[in-house]
């Protein structure tokens, strides 16, 4: 199956590595787009060792002319899964905002499962706001995955954390059977 694996600015997405890793060894092609603010945290080279794929960074990327990449990455995906999904995403996948590669690939992508798997801190991810733009998403026949109650980087406890990796891998899979 060829996988986008969105990630984006949330301290988690070092996890994302682990999906990665664990999703290539299951003999999926894994193809990373990364926010500016995911690759504050872990870079695009992390990525391409782990999956032996380029890792889509910039919305105007030139390297390849005959390539316009955020059509073709969603044209060629059969799955794309954000995984950690920040507020900030979250927000503009509701409102139909594309203004980085990751957004643009999303609004691309039609038709097909989408999975989101949110992490951000506790008031963020129960704020009015994010609560109804997961909604919208969710009508809109995205799979999300629910975070988990943990301790967070910001010190505090609540429901905010990134659902384990096998949760996601589970959820995945059941796209893949």
Known sequence: MNIVLGVTGSIACYKACDLANSLTKKGHSVHVV???AGAKFVTPLTFMTLTKNKVATDLFD???PERVEHISLATEADLLVVCPA???FIAKAAHGIADDLLTSVYLAYINKPVIVCPAMNTNMYEN??????LRILK???VTIVEPKVDHLACGTTGKGALADIDTVLNCIESFTA
């Open 139 to 141: 009508d809109r026949g």
């Open 34 to 36: 990364m926010t500016e």
């Open 62 to 64: 030139e390297s390849e």
């Open 128 to 133: 009015q706001a994010t609560q109804e733009n």
């Open 86 to 88: 920040t507020a900030n």
